[in-house]
């Protein structure tokens, strides 16, 4: 049990996953409002005293992005002005985070920009969970312990004792997370070659290793349209795989998505709950969700006690 001087607030964007911190820390979780006016203005008030304690926010910037931000910046401010000794915002999405750099002519890089207003909003340090890009810590100007689903998720699939499985990763993008997962289950290392037309339509080409009689695992970091993750797992058994299950950190499941997963040739999508699952998701068979709780639970037990949080990525 902690002392009285770390208070846990959950904002509205995944109140079950603050809940299931707070049960893993045995904390009561503190209280704050929050309201939007018919305009769409959002309001928030702490509703108990903060003054000179340790604050954790817990509120991932997910759909609807702009509001859930908006949220988490005023309760910083509030904390601020209510003179928290430290404001630590766990962001276990990190929306805008796929807007990290100039990829061409006069646009802007947002999740700098998100970084630049949770610093002036007066956060002291910020969590969260597999960023879309590493290097995105370097935006912040204050500690960002960037923390990994992957322990998580490996374990839920050797639990599973799969046999003859190998990892694949859907795009070149994702070749440094798959040799991780195919290093933890002890598995060999596939990639899938890709074209992409436009936002939205994806063409796989080529595959670099063998996946033939195989059971396949495709990790990612998140998922938002499906488009990849199903065009991959339909070349992987036009190339003789067996099973092919996918996993990934963030459910974004934009548009379409739960329905291209259903119609795919995947057996099985294993997802955290660093974000809700919309109600579409929740219906389907396909869609399991494993927990972080526990892994943010004890950053936030880490940095209270100011300890290393290192021991988290084994």
């Not at 006069?106 to 909003?121: D, E, F, G, Q, Y």
Request: net charge positive; proline share 4%.
């Amino acid at each position: 049990m902690f002392d009285a001087k770390i208070k846990v607030f959950g904002g509205t964007a995944n109140p079950d996953l603050t809940k299931k911190i707070c049960r893993h820390l045995r904390v009561k979780e503190s209280r704050i409002s929050i309201k939007k006016f018919p305009d769409g203005e959002i309001w928030a008030k702490i509703d108990e005293n903060v003054r000179g304690a340790d604050c954790y926010l817990i509120q991932p910037t997910s759909a609807p992005v702009n509001e859930t931000l908006m949220e988490l910046l005023l309760m910083i401010d509030a904390f601020k002005r209510s003179s928290a000794k430290r404001i630590t915002a766990v962001i276990p999405y990190y929306g805008y985070a796929r807007q990290d750099r100039k990829d061409q002519p006069r646009v802007a890089i947002s999740a700098k920009l998100v970084a630049n207003l949770l610093t002036s909003a007066g956060a002291s340090r910020v969590v969260a969970m597999d960023l879309h890009a590493a290097q995105l810590q370097g935006f912040f100007d204050i500690p960002c312990d960037h923390l990994q689903a992957e322990p998580v998720l490996t374990r839920y699939f050797a639990g599973k004792k799969i046999a003859n499985l190998a990892i694949c990763a859907s795009d070149m993008g994702g070749v440094k997370m798959a040799r991780s997962f195919a290093e933890r289950l002890g598995c060999p290392v596939a990639i899938v070659d890709k074209r992409r037309y436009g936002s939205t339509h994806v063409e796989a080409l080529n595959l670099i290793g063998e996946v033939t009689g195989k059971n396949v695992l495709i990790p990612d970091d998140m998922i938002s349209t499906a488009g990849t993750m199903c065009e991959a797992a339909l070349f992987l058994k036009k190339k003789g795989a067996k099973d092919v299950y996918a996993c990934c950190t963030h459910p974004v499941l934009s548009g379409t998505a739960v329905e291209k997963l259903n119609a795919s040739v995947i057996s099985e999508v294993v997802v955290t709950d660093t974000i809700p699952l919309s109600e579409a998701a929740k219906q389907t068979q396909k869609i399991k969700v494993v927990s972080v709780a526990e892994v943010l639970g004890e950053a936030i037990r880490s940095i209270h006690n100011e300890t290393s949080v290192s021991r988290l990525f084994r």
